[in-house]
């Protein structure tokens, strides 16, 4: 692969960085104080919509889908997105300004993919204009949801009606306000082979049976507005036609969603690392400990050259990912996607954890980003799959290739 972006990728992400300097940074406390200050936690504060607008007015806008669905976006290729998404990853919240964020792009990309025009009519387009928001309900309380057929609720057929019963929690973007549709995966036919009892389907948030039991924290944060929520559903009915692509299908759907969502986490990720390493340099530069600069510490410089080090390790790996997946698709990059999955999240905390060590109390305070980037960080060893399962199917593919 080339290491160089193309001039187009180059062009774009001087046109992003300049926006982030121009309105992201400025009204990084500004967005946090809103919420604050807001009686409503869930509720989104009108600057997003400000920032929204002055995206759209720039021409970035929907820059993650690819060129198969390019009436609907920028089309560019994943190796194009990454050095976007890693930029968009330096505050936490600013993928929802360019219509970046999850867990709607992974939505957009299953109702695009694998929904009927009426879906895509309802529920696509108002999200790709970013007027809805939407949340993806697959991890349940009560199972261990690492490994996907375990999930036990249920999707039965009635007449012209699917009625669902079952509990999900850490329901991504389902306690925002402006969170109109979910996708849930559940198992319409317990009896059929293992891979084949789950099916996707949409549950509008106001159907009759869906509630919104509580927030659920990751590492003390409850990631105001967006959140995660704990979701009951009771004898929720919803018409057959919600159902997405067929019964059985709900596992290859979550397949084909979880490849580019799990490298828009690692790319994010990488963002969220890169601007942790900067702030530890000018921490370093300005504390003066023992009569000298943080930066004249052999250990201090030790620490910023082995989470450079680190970074550059995980973005070159995520880089030959997203080309990878560009030449050959999701399925033959599987390997290299596990590989990423493992690699970024684990990057990503331990250089923000030297990061936080390098500004002492301050960077577990609120007065830094790095608390909240290392609660990111240490949730997606988690979501989208443990640590421990790509590192278990990588190494099973890795032993069964030697095989032939």
Same mark, same amino acid.
């Given at each position: ?6 001039a ?6 001087e046109?992003l960085?300049g926006?982030?300097?121009a309105h992201i940074y ?6 946090h104080?809103?919420l604050q ?9 009108t ?6 607008q002055?995206?759209?007015d ?8 690819p060129e198969e669905?390019k ?8 190796l194009?997105y ?5 930029e968009?990853g330096?505050?936490l ?17 299953v ?12 529920w696509?387009?108002p ?17 261990a949801?690492s490994?996907?057929?375990?999930i036990?609720?249920r999707i039965?057929?009635?007449g012209?009606?699917?009625v ?12 925002n306000?402006?969170?109109r ?6 198992k319409t036919?317990?009896?059929?082979p293992r ?5 996707q389907?949409?549950?509008p ?17 409850l ?8 979701v ?7 018409p057959?036609s ?7 299908? #709900?596992? *290859?759907?979550?397949?084909?969603r ?8 690692c790319? +994010?990720? =990488?963002?969220c %690392?890169?601007r942790?390493?900067?702030m530890?340099?000018d ?6 400990a ?6 004249k510490?052999?250990s201090?410089?030790e ?9 550059e390790?995980?973005r070159?790996?995520t880089?030959k990912a997203?080309?990878?997946?560009d030449?050959h698709?999701n ?7 596990a590989a ?9 905390c ?6 936080i060590?390098?500004? #002492?109390? *301050? ?14 960080? +240490?949730? =997606?060893?988690l %979501?989208d799959?443990?640590?421990q ?6 190494g099973?593919n ?5 095989l032939g």
């Amino acid at each position: 692969m080339d290491f160089e972006y193309s001039a187009a990728t180059q062009q774009r992400l001087e046109a992003l960085k300049g926006f982030m300097q121009a309105h992201i940074y400025p009204n990084e406390q500004t967005y946090h104080q809103a919420l604050q200050d807001s009686s409503d936690p869930w509720q989104t504060p009108t600057l997003m919509e400000t920032l929204k607008q002055a995206a759209r007015d720039a021409g970035l806008w929907n820059l993650f889908l690819p060129e198969e669905y390019k009436p609907y976006g920028a089309g560019l290729t994943n190796l194009e997105y990454a050095p976007l998404c890693e930029e968009m990853g330096r505050v936490l919240w600013s993928s929802e300004v360019f219509n970046c964020s999850a867990p709607d792009t992974g939505n957009m990309e299953v109702l695009a993919r694998y929904g009927s025009e009426q879906h895509k009519q309802q529920w696509l387009e108002p999200l790709l204009n970013g007027q809805i928001r939407s949340a993806f309900a697959m991890t349940e309380p009560a199972v261990a949801s690492s490994d996907a057929t375990n999930i036990e609720t249920r999707i039965e057929r009635d007449g012209e009606h699917y009625v669902i019963n079952g509990r999900k929690w850490y329901t991504s973007g389902a306690m925002n306000r402006n969170c109109r549709i979910m996708i849930v995966m559940g198992k319409t036919d317990p009896s059929a082979p293992r891979h084949r009892q789950q099916s996707q389907i949409l549950v509008p948030m106001d159907t009759p049976g869906v509630t919104v039991v509580r927030p659920m924290e990751a590492m003390g944060f409850l990631d105001k507005p967006v959140g995660h929520a704990e979701v009951l559903f009771e004898n929720v009915r919803v018409p057959v036609s919600n159902l997405l692509v067929g019964e059985g299908e #709900g596992f *290859a759907i979550a397949q084909g969603r979880l490849g580019p969502g799990r490298i828009h986490h690692c790319m +994010r990720l =990488i963002g969220c %690392a890169q601007r942790a390493l900067e702030m530890a340099c000018d921490r370093a530069n300005e504390r003066v400990a023992f009569g000298v600069p943080l930066a004249k510490q052999q250990s201090v410089r030790e620490s910023i050259a082995r989470m450079y080090c680190d970074i550059e390790q995980a973005r070159l790996l995520t880089l030959k990912a997203a080309d990878k997946m560009d030449k050959h698709g999701n399925k033959v990059a599987r390997d290299i996607i596990a590989a990423i999955k493992i690699v970024a999240p684990q990057m990503a905390c331990n250089v923000i954890d030297q990061a936080i060590q390098i500004h #002492g109390a *301050a960077g577990t305070s609120q007065d830094t980003v790095l608390s909240a980037t290392y609660a990111y960080a +240490r949730t =997606i060893r988690l %979501a989208d799959g443990p640590d421990q399962v790509h590192m278990m199917q990588l190494g099973r593919n890795l032993m069964a290739d030697r095989l032939g």
